[in-house]
DNA sequence: TTTTATTTTTAGACTGGCCTAAACTTAAGA
DNA sequence: TCTTAAGTTTAGGCCAGTCTAAAAATAAAA
């Protein structure tokens, strides 16, 4: 199935919608709901988030959403909303699988700094024959992770669902381990990297004021996070957690 | 200037075939009419050999150029044919530079077969950021020339002019080098790496039938090609030639 | 020089992906 | 239940890049 790059894009976003939907579920208390592979049902994907998410004017989504219906890639129920079919979240693991190898790739091969490589691999992703992904997965030893922590889905379609909570539900005394950063925001990226931020760094919580978005951390260093959107980017798992590395095929859940 | 794929297409392939066109001005005798650095005029490129080229159809081509006449990137003179101004030979000469900088780079880093590289690099040249180009210059140690023999242009757009004689016109008896081959067709590619004409490859020739187009070679081992074409993609120097490795700033010879 | 063949350009149409404005659904509140 | 607010879809348009068919210009041949 040969797509246009905007198909792509709208597959991978319902996918993400999708994922970082259900997480969001329920979240109030922190504890024990958001652990590994629970039922991943979740609501449909609406319009609107999908047009936030790709910056495009609703009716433009509408548009992609009638046509990659029509290829059977989405199903489309108008005014409820949109979720992937199995072959539609093929497609979108594949693009991920693209986004995720090609960021590894540039930081590891190319040292390419981590705050950059991701507006790279938004590009890159679409281009990528099977025989450059390939090259590309040996020669970094076919890798699970990206540089940020996210999980690396295999060419058959599975990827780890790692369970690993928001830094943001973290409250104070926590010890916890850095697992993943949000690779959306450069300037953000960067911050986190000042800080100490990085997959594999451990910390306890000082002060926790989520309203206010404050955070106090004790990393190495000692660090201070300002704002929601830095304790909204970084995943951790808290100490005695098990890594939880377990890998799912999405596709197949999805057919349930 | 951001230009879009199809714009860097068209004066990507207004150059090549402005170069080429002029090496096959009057070509009839072999011998010291195609040297290095001649004058660089030959004719406009017509609107046919460039939807040829671009396997697009005649009106696509004419809609282009205007567009690109418009934003002075290139001369057209109706029903006359088009040229480069030096602001769009330089937007040329950079597109050509990421193609042959990622035809190495796959080859070297990645370990692809020549024949590959070509169509990949088609698409990498149009998405390669600066950065990028710069830490694949680097990890190449800033080549020269990609893996078929052709020159890469340098950042600031100058470009070693080879003087390379097409192997179709040597003659039986020339000892001659193999310098450049044409990395056009993935098919034809196979066949001279079979045969041992790949740069560097040193040769007689035995036998030369240009009309019927056989050409037997003594090479390490002896070889056949058959058909213009095989002998159209090979670039040779005679034995006693000089590398005539001459950087030259194609833009600013344009202007004159 | 006139006719003919070839090439180039214009005219008009189509697709993909986007937009705004307006109409329509759904969900929520009175 | 009715009204209103919010979200979604339809209607209609724009731009980039392509196409075919027809008209115009150039080059070649008579």
New binding site residues.
């Given amino acids: 199935m040969v797509?246009?790059?905007?198909?792509e894009?709208?597959l991978k976003t319902i996918y993400k919608l999708r994922e970082t939907g259900v997480r969001a579920v329920g979240n109030e208390a922190r504890g024990n709901e958001a652990r590994g592979n629970e039922a991943r049902e979740g609501a449909p994907v609406?319009?609107?988030?999908l047009?936030d998410g790709?910056?495009?004017?609703?009716?433009?989504?509408?548009?992609?959403?009638?046509?990659l219906a029509s290829l059977k890639l989405v199903a489309?129920?108008?005014?409820?909303?949109?979720t992937l079919t199995p072959a539609g979240e093929k497609i979108a693991l594949e693009v991920i699988r693209h986004h995720r190898l090609v960021e590894t790739f540039l930081a590891e091969v190319l040292g390419m700094d981590w705050d950059q490589v991701h507006d790279e691999a938004e590009k890159w992703e679409h281009i990528l024959s099977e025989e450059v992904e390939a090259k590309i997965d040996a020669a970094l030893n076919s890798p699970t992770h990206d540089p940020h922590g996210a999980p690396i889905p295999t060419l058959d379609g599975r990827i780890a669902s790692d369970g690993w909570q928001p830094l943001l539900r973290a409250g104070a005394g926590d010890r916890v381990t850095v697992r993943r950063v949000s690779d959306r925001n450069p300037a953000v990226l960067r911050h986190l990297r000042e800080v100490g931020l990085i997959p594999g760094a451990r910390l306890e919580v000082l002060r926790a004021a989520p309203e206010s978005g404050v955070l106090e951390l004790q990393v190495e260093a000692q660090a201070r996070i300002v704002g929601t959107e830095p304790a909204r980017a970084v995943w951790v798992s808290h100490d005695g957690d098990t890594p939880s590395s377990n890998l799912q095929n999405d596709a197949a859940e999805n057919r349930k």
């Fill in positions: 797509l246009s790059t905007a198909a894009d709208y609406t319009t609107q988030a047009a790709l910056q495009v004017a609703a009716p433009s989504a509408t548009a992609m959403v009638k046509k489309h129920e108008p005014y409820r909303g949109v």
